[in-house]
């Protein structure tokens, strides 16, 4: 028994992962030119609130109590969304320090290089160079 479960919750996984559309929306907000996206990407958690609403109140006033896993979906969907926002932007202030500071590592390695071409010139006697 423990196995069935185990493997359906396995499908059920992938499926998710694969299909649904707040997992494709994280999946392109998460790449480098898509962090920017994270905070306008907190809109879709309003819909996904809403829906997540009136499934609760379709169950409380006498629907099939199996719609509170849709509920419980869209709940999920909706949290994820609220999150990214935030994530996203401490993401991209990662990125971006390390991107400065990359381009600030081949400035100064340049720098150096040209203080060293300068140093091994030969200098003449005299101070006539």
Known sequence: ???LIWIASIHIRYFM????????????VRTRNGL???????????????????LAIIVRDGGPGWLNIFMLVAF???LKMLWIGP???I???RVRIHEH??????RRQAKEEQTQVFASA???AGGAS
Do not use: C, H, Q
Not at 17 to 28: A, E, F, G, I, S
Not at 101 to 106: D, G, K, S
């Open 101 to 106: 500071a990359e381009r600030r590592a081949v």
């Open 122 to 124: 030969p200098v003449m």
């Open 76 to 78: 999920w969907s909706a």
């Open 17 to 28: 992962r694969r299909w649904m559309p707040t997992n494709l929306v994280l999946d392109r």
């Open 36 to 54: 920017k996206w994270g905070v306008p990407a907190m809109l879709v958690a309003i819909p996904y609130l809403y829906l997540a609403s009136l």
């Open 87 to 89: 994530i996203s932007l």
């Open 91 to 93: 993401l991209l202030a």
């Open 1 to 3: 028994m423990f196995r």
